[in-house]
Structures are given as structure tokens and as C-alpha cells.
């Protein structure tokens, strides 16, 4: 069989492409993971708004009808829906800080380790 020489340059543009393929494989990944923690920290705070959704029906349910209660119990009721929605609403946006400073955390150390 024949062997096929290459020139130095070759050999360099085929390092650098074997180079940029992983640097792009890298960064593609890091970014996925970090779509992925928003679809998860999302998802989660869907399934809590959920179950603090059943919870509220719940207690609506076992006081009766909201017409025939006092008009203080419909305040409360009032009340406590807003609350619960704002709780969960500052809920997602802790959860979200969180988990993208993790994920900052993580894409800064990835840099340090290329620059060594």
C-alpha cells in the first residue's frame, strides 16, 4: 500500500479543526445545560403552582359554597389566592437565580481549566 504524505500545514489546519470541533462541542453543551436547568426549574415551579392550585380548591371546597359565606371568609379566600401566587411567583424567581448562578459558577470554572 501507498502512503499518502501530508505537508506540516495540513497537519496544523487538522489539529485546529480537531480544536474548534471540541471547543464547540464544549460550549454547546454548557449551554445546553443551562437551557435544561431553566426547563427544569420552570417545570417544577409549574407542578408547585399546581399543587398550591389544588391545595386553595381544596379549602374552597370544604368551607361551601363562596357565595354563601361570610364576607370576611371570601376576603380571606381573596387574600390567600394572591399570596399564593405571589409566593410562587417569587419561588420561580429565587429558584431560577439559583440555579443560573450554579450554572455561571460552573462555566466559569470550565474557562479557568482551558486557560491552564
Given at each position: ?17 480537531k480544536t474548534a470541533t471540541s471547543n464547540t462541542k464544549k460550549w454547546a453543551l454548557t449551554t445546553y445545560k ?32 363562596p357565595a354563601a359565606q361570610p364576607l370576611l371568609a371570601q376576603y380571606i379566600f381573596s387574600v390567600l389566592k ?35
Open positions: 500500500m501507498s502512503r499518502v504524505e501530508m505537508n506540516p500545514e495540513a497537519n496544523k489546519d487538522a489539529e485546529l479543526i443551562i437551557f435544561l436547568s431553566v426547563v427544569h426549574v420552570t417545570v417544577v415551579s409549574i407542578i408547585v403552582a399546581l399543587a398550591d392550585a389544588a391545595v386553595i380548591a381544596v379549602v374552597s371546597l370544604l368551607f361551601g359554597n394572591v399570596l399564593s401566587i405571589f409566593g410562587t411567583t417569587v419561588l420561580y424567581s429565587i429558584y431560577l437565580a439559583y440555579s443560573l448562578l450554579g450554572e455561571a459558577k460552573r462555566v466559569i470554572k470550565l474557562l479557568k481549566e482551558e486557560e491552564n
